[in-house]
């Protein structure tokens, strides 16, 4: 039996005349009545968890909705959750470090509504349903299925606004892809560690630099928040006037990630003027790694909300739930 968890977004969604756009309208039923090759795919019970979109979804309800599908996966053979696809990646990244990836879990959604010619969302259901349903993604942990493409949950970012394509993985490739009705991976499943907080409590703001910063937002945050992410220029550079701001941060004990404004390569740091990632580094800052600056703040967040230090435990077996039977 796979789990389908409808949560919202502009899968969901047709165009309300009074309200001027699109919202959310569909659930469960009617979305599993728009895709006719489901019920072939594998037995299912639909789960209406919610209609939200995706920029509804804060740190509380995308805890509630781990700690469900959590539950959820004790007794089910996959889990496919339909999403808002402004924050899928944040919601991917969350699931992928806190759960246990034995049981897999694709998140999917559509970039049009079903009034639209060309509508993705039967397509990206089915295919994620295929994914979960597959002997190969058992142990893979949280993906994203989308436009026929698989992506690690841990690496998956929204790159293209409003087009079909819309995911990628910025530091490397697909992890596979769907072909008709076969599931196709590129390598084994890796081994990943897993982070479990009782909870998303913690404050991390995420603050970018801009020519001539002198640290005022940074200043301005510190007294509200657990820690700080700065998306910098290039490989992790900033200017000299932010850094006694950053210096408080750090004195204060908060943690300092820094990540790239660009969507492609990480922070690396190698220059050692002031500003300079090496200087930065030197002061305490850390490097986001391999993440875009959204993932880095979920990576902070969750790590601030376990007690641990930033990409703690990311390689290994991992202390979460076991969703498996």
């Known amino acids: ?88 990646e944040e919601t991917a ?52 299925v989308f436009g026929g493409q698989i992506f690690s949950g841990l690496e998956v970012a929204k790159v293209k606004a409003t087009a079909l394509d819309a995911f990628a993985n910025p530091h490397g490739t697909a992890i596979g892809r769907v072909v008709g009705d076969r599931v196709e991976f590129a390598e084994p499943p890796s081994h990943r560690g897993a982070v479990t ?12 630099m801009v020519i001539g910063d002198e640290g005022q937002l940074l200043d301005l945050a510190r007294p509200t928040h657990d820690g700080v992410v700065i998306v910098a220029f290039g490989s992790g550079n900033l200017p000299p006037g932010a850094v006694p701001a950053i210096r408080r941060w750090i004195a204060d004990g908060k943690p300092v990630v820094l990540a790239s404004r660009c969507l492609y390569g990480e922070v690396t740091p190698v220059y050692a003027f002031p500003g300079g990632g090496a200087t930065l580094v030197r002061d305490g800052v850390i490097p986001a790694g391999p993440r875009t600056p959204s993932q880095a703040r979920m990576e902070l967040t969750i790590c601030l909300s376990a007690g641990v230090r930033y990409g703690e435990g990311e390689r290994g077996t991992g202390n979460g739930e076991r969703g498996a039977r």
């Open 197 to 208: 907080p009782t909870g998303l409590t913690a404050r991390v703001a995420m603050i970018p």
């Open 93 to 144: 990244y969350l699931l992928a470090r806190t759960l246990h990836p034995e049981v897999p879990i694709a998140i999917t959604g559509a970039m049009l509504t079903s009034a639209e010619k060309g509508w993705d969302g039967p397509r990206n259901l089915t295919d994620s349903a295929r994914v979960v349903a597959s002997a190969a993604s058992r142990g893979r942990g949280t993906m994203v």
């Open 1 to 88: 039996m796979i789990h389908l968890v409808f949560t919202g977004g502009t899968i969901s969604m047709l165009r309300d005349e009074t309200a001027g756009g699109n919202v959310p309208t569909h659930g469960g039923e009617a979305l599993v009545g728009f895709a006719p090759e489901l019920p072939a795919v594998a037995p299912f019970q639909i789960d209406d968890w919610g209609r939200y979109p995706a920029c509804h979804m804060g740190q509380q309800k995308l805890w509630e909705l781990r700690n469900h599908l959590a539950e959820v996966a004790r007794d089910s053979q996959g889990i496919v959750v339909t999403h808002g696809t402004d924050t899928i």
